[in-house]
């Protein structure tokens, strides 16, 4: 994975003042896989282990400005799309994603529902975010509510996760990663199972034992994060998603333990996969 000049991995999202997640996650994540890590902030919040206390998000124009200086000069080679905070920062970054060529990989985390329940976007902005940025996504990485949220479906098996995500692979073209972390305990899904389609093929499942632990937080960044540097070393999707799983188990088995309620990841403490 070692080169001479590191992939150029540009993260579009927001930041977790914790350092747990967002763009935080994302650019450690980056560097301890070999990528040069840059990023456009899209808000900023007040955020720890327990909750979110406070967003300011950025205006449209700040974040396309902040894309146009990272891609302009330093040059990119793969893209992570995380916390798009409204309609108007979602045209910004769908107008300066078109720009760039289509082999770079886009993988694009939809966060639209807390692991609460709770919807973190307005359906306007889902909507929007189906419509500008889902089509030129190389890689959707939905949990299973968002899932849930964007093809209507209500997976109840692994089997059933499988066929959700196929119709959303189908629709626009692209691979969807369908993260099971959400599924019950019991059972089966006593094992967490996360699937990998793209439309017209098999579905390719990965599974790990799941850690007891509350400490999880930031883990849907870091994976798509993962993801994209590995991609942009070059790595197919399949060996992307496989290789960006082991770190995010390994950063949750070294996880510090920090704060009062679900933690960061050790993402400093994984040295090889």
């Known amino acids: 994975m070692d080169t001479l000049i590191p992939p150029r991995i540009l993260t579009i999202a927001g930041s977790d003042s914790s350092g747990g997640a967002g763009i935080q996650a994302d650019i450690k994540t980056i560097t301890m896989l070999g990528g040069y890590a840059m990023s456009a902030l899209t808000a900023a919040t007040a955020q720890n282990s327990v909750g979110v206390q406070a967003i300011a998000p ?31 920062i979602i045209a910004a970054v769908a107008t300066e994603i078109d ?18 329940g709770a919807a973190l976007i307005s ?45 959303l692979a189908q629709q626009y073209d692209c691979y969807v990663l369908a993260k099971g972390g959400h ?16 439309g017209g093929t098999q579905a390719i499942a990965f599974n790990n034992a799941r850690i007891d632990t509350p400490h999880t937080h930031g883990t849907g960044c870091t994976l798509s994060s ?22 995010v188990y390994q950063a949750i088995l070294h996880a510090p333990g920090f704060g009062q309620g679900g933690g960061p990841l050790g993402h400093q403490a994984v040295r090889k996969l």
Do not use: W, Y
């Not at 205006?59 to 798009?84: H, N, T, W, Y």
């Not at 993801?227 to 290789?243: D, F, K, N, P, T």
């Open 58 to 88: 950025m205006s449209p124009d700040f974040v396309a400005e902040q894309i146009r200086s990272c891609v302009s000069d330093i040059g990119v080679d793969a893209v992570k799309i995380g916390m798009l905070h409204d309609e108007g």
């Open 183 to 198: 599924t019950a305990a019991k059972g089966e899904e006593a094992r967490i199972v996360d699937v990998l389609v793209r």
């Open 226 to 247: 993962a993801i994209a540097c590995l991609m942009g070393h070059g790595q197919s999707a399949e060996h992307a998603v496989r290789l960006a799983r082991r770190f």
């Open 99 to 116: 720009k760039l060529a289509d082999t770079i990989p886009v993988i694009l985390d939809p966060v639209m529902i807390a692991t609460s």
């Open 123 to 167: 359906e306007g902005a889902i909507a929007a975010m189906r419509e500008a940025l889902f089509p030129r996504a190389t890689m959707l990485t939905p949990n299973l509510p968002e899932l849930i949220k964007l093809t209507g479906a209500n997976p109840q098996t692994t089997k059933d996760m499988d066929d959700a995500a196929m119709t």
